[in-house]
């Protein structure tokens, strides 16, 4: 075993190597430092066809997957903006096109490789629904058709005649209803009777079909043999409105009836926990009820409950909507024993409000039909003493009523009794403050304020509560209240969900605040031009600021559009027609006469209009017309006795003897009532209509005052003539009286309106 070796091996002839290894032990055979020559390898051998192929179908359904997900619908508690929406759709389509060019690829592949039989079909089906699906919601209609009949076309794949229904639904949306219709046939034929489920949805599909056809007989035929396969709310909802529509009452009872037959969707409730200072359970509580499967079974309540109010709202006869006996009494009777939770009380809730809805518009309702309304608000509350919920909306709802119909007191307490069954009821803290605020005194503002801040806090999106709060608070007129009112209308105007309305109050309390404490016109005209010239108190508003700015240019044009929109605006006609010459506002005075036809103020200033265009005998007809509506107006008596003198009329003395008689009639009544007053101004000018128009125009019945109606406007009483001087000085205005010619008219009675000579 020691001898040495005697054979010696040829060395290596590869490039790189170094000695080879020894054939005896003489040398080690272990682990050197030098390079050892590594057996080769073969080259990689390249993926075999049968692996190519199944990357392939790997990176095709990836493709499938992506589209499907980019074109699914969005979870309704999520929110997705449209232009989000959109790219997606894009994005799907564009994905769903790659993935049936790759499938095409690979079939040519497999054919090329012999291995055509191998192909997978339910990969094909796959890739061309998706596609066709994809043309379907991006309104492709023309190729998700023709993309589906290669499906349907196809008898390799068994279940592709379910399309048809698909391709229903195209044709529908694209209004061709009779081939719809006949899809929509083929489909339930051909599809079995074990698939209940599938067939009650086609049968739906094609009873909604014949409804929009006009066909409401075929429609409840089908509609009936879904309710009693398989009813659900939908289908009963959609029952009773084909029975509305053929005037069935009957049927629609039997309709409504079945509808609640159908065993009604359970919902998470809440667990209970039995230590509320647990942080452990209340976390633990709180996830449940943000839970997915909670949300999506509340949601199905929630629409349970809906379809039946929808339901018997349309069983219901119009004309018998305030009715008792004939409304939603047997509906209420028949969900009574109803095991879906509070429909019935809902629906109650839902008739109360429906019959003050229907007394009209008005800001406060007609006193008998709100005192029905109330009633009614207040009989559900005690009819459901178990339901705090609906016992809290109830009262809330009767609170508002109250305080509509000027019932401040009882409103508060309807109010208080709905803040105790629910704490967080920011509706029934609104009402309640302002029901302190409107049967208190001036003070009483800055107590509502409080009560309206905490009312805000519990519900900081509440824009009507803060709308309110910063009227109380501009109402209070501190220094520190109208900052915060400030504060409180600009958060108004800035967020997000407020409406034209709301924004348009907000500006013009941002413009009263402007006006009446900073005395800033510039800042009172930006905020009232924002609002725009919809509104004619606004505009008017407008108009007066330019006025006392002495820009009339601008004033004039604001009271034109106002008159031109809202003609029955006295303040409007008062200074239009103090700006024009007086055969013009002869014609605005006789159209606010025609407004007040009991104030004798418009009468003096149409005669005086005709005096100064020199028609004297006109203007002695209408004083007398005016003496006889008015026997103890001195001031028109007057005018007479100054019109017949100047004329030389028999008759002057008979009128003077008249105009003592007067005189002594007021110094009389002035005696007796201690009550300074002047002839005209104790005629008694009757309210504008156009002031009880604006009464009804406030933004909520819950508003204190109108908000768009500005705090130094003149009412209709501050036009009467409240003395001779002051008449004087407006018609001299009016007439353009000159001082010169003041000197020649003869000094009868210095306090009448005399026409320029």
């Known amino acids: 075993m020691l001898r040495l070796g005697t054979v010696s091996m040829p060395r290596s002839s590869r490039a790189g ?54 074109s699914s619908r969005p979870d309704p508690d999520d929110d997705s903006s449209a232009a989000k929406k959109e790219y997606d759709l894009g994005q799907a389509l564009a994905k769903a096109q790659e993935a049936s060019t790759l499938e095409r690829q690979l079939i040519r592949m497999q054919e090329q490789a012999n291995l055509g039989d191998s192909h997978n079909l339910d990969l094909t089906f796959a890739v061309l629904c998706n596609l066709a699906g994809q043309y379907a919601v991006n309104e492709m209609y023309t190729e998700a058709l023709n993309t589906y009949q290669l499906l349907t076309r196809n008898k390799l794949f068994p279940h592709a005649n379910r399309l048809k229904v698909n391709m229903g639904n195209i044709y529908f949306k694209m209004g061709e209803h009779p081939k719809a219709l006949k899809l929509y046939r083929m489909a339930l034929d051909q599809t079995p009777t074990a698939e ?24 409840v035929t089908n509609f009936q043999h879904i309710m009693q396969e398989q009813g659900d709310f939908q289908t009963g909802l959609h029952l009773v409105l084909c029975s509305v529509a053929l005037n069935d009452a009957e049927g629609g009872k039997a309709a409504f009836h ?7 969707p359970m919902h998470h409730q809440d667990i209970t926990i039995d230590d509320e200072n647990d942080p452990y359970e209340c976390v633990l ?57 509070g429909a019935g009380a809902r629906l109650e809730l839902g008739g109360a409000l429906a019959a003050l809805r229907a007394l009209g518009g008005g800001a406060r309702p007609p006193s008998a039909g709100g005192q029905r309304a109330l009633q009614r608000l207040k009989a559900v509350a005690r009819a459901h003493p178990n339901d705090i919920v609906l016992r809290a909306e109830a009262n809330a709802d009767a609170a508002f009523v109250a305080y509509a119909l000027g019932n401040f007191t009882e409103a508060r307490a309807l109010s208080e009794a709905a803040a105790r069954d629910d704490p967080y009821s920011c509706a029934a803290r609104v009402t ?58 600009t958060r108004v105007r800035g967020a997000a969900g407020a409406g034209a309305t709301l924004r348009s109050l907000a500006a013009a309390g941002l413009a009263r605040l ?16 924002m609002i725009g010239g919809w509104d004619a108190g ?142 005209s101004g104790s005629s008694g000018a009757s309210q504008s209509p156009v002031d009880q128009i604006r009464g009804t125009r406030d933004s909520r019945v819950g508003s204190a005052a109108p908000l768009l109606t500005p705090a130094s406007r003149r009412s209709s009483a501050t036009y009467a003539v409240s003395s001779s001087q002051d008449s004087v000085q407006q018609v001299n205005r009016s007439l353009h009286r000159s001082a010169g010619k003041k000197k020649n008219i003869d000094d009868f009675d210095e306090d009448l309106p005399l026409p320029p000579e």
Not at 258 to 264: K, N
Not at 547 to 563: F, I, L, N, R, W
Request: net charge neutral; with cysteine.
């Open 285 to 341: 509580r709180d996830v449940i009820r943000a839970d997915r499967l909670s949300r999506w079974s509340r949601r199905a309540a929630a629409d349970a409950e809906r379809c039946l109010a929808l339901a018997a709202a349309a069983l219901v006869r119009p004309s018998s909507r305030d009715d008792e006996s004939g409304g939603m009494s047997w509906c209420v009777e028949a969900l009574r024993g109803y095991s879906g939770g």
């Open 514 to 529: 402007a006006r009446a404490h900073s005395h800033d016109p510039s800042a009172t005209d930006h905020w009232y031009s």
């Open 538 to 679: 606004v505009t008017c508003a407008l108009a007066q600021l330019h006025s006392e700015m002495g820009d009339m240019q601008t004033a004039k044009h604001h009271y034109q559009d106002v008159e031109a929109v809202w003609p029955c605006e006295l303040s409007a006609l008062e200074w239009l027609a103090r700006e024009a010459p007086p055969d013009v506002a002869l014609q605005y005075y006789r159209r606010a006469a025609r407004l007040q036809p009991n104030n004798p103020q418009w009468g003096l200033l149409m005669g005086s209009c005709l005096r100064a265009s020199g028609r004297y005998q006109d203007a002695l007809s209408l004083f007398k017309k005016m003496n006889a509506r008015f026997p103890d107006n001195v001031q028109c008596l007057k005018l007479i006795v100054k019109l017949c003198g100047d004329q030389g009329l028999s008759e002057t003395s008979a009128w003077t003897r008249e105009l003592q008689r007067a005189q002594a009639r007021l110094k009389q009544q002035d005696r007796a009532s201690s009550v300074t007053s002047i002839g």
């Open 196 to 219: 209940k489920d599938l067939r009650m949805k086609v049968m739906h599909n094609i009873g909604l079909l014949l409804v929009r056809m006009g066909k409401f007989r075929d429609a």
């Open 432 to 489: 309640a403050a302002l029901s302190s605020a409107a049967a208190g005194d001036a003070s009483a503002w800055q107590v509502a304020a409080q009560q309206l801040a905490a009312a805000s806090h519990l519900d900081p999106a509440d824009l009507v509560a803060m709308h309110d709060l910063a009227l109380a608070l501009e109402k209070s007129a501190d220094d520190i209240s109208v900052d915060a009112a400030e504060a409180r209308w």
């Open 17 to 70: 190597t170094a000695a080879a290894r020894p054939v005896t032990a003489v040398r080690a055979a272990g682990y050197t430092s030098a390079s050892r020559d590594t057996p080769s390898r073969e080259e990689k051998k390249e993926d075999s066809v049968e692996d190519r192929v199944k990357q392939m179908e790997l990176r095709i359904m990836a493709l499938v997957e992506e589209s499907c997900m980019l």
């Open 258 to 264: 079945a509808m609640l037959d159908v065993d009604p």
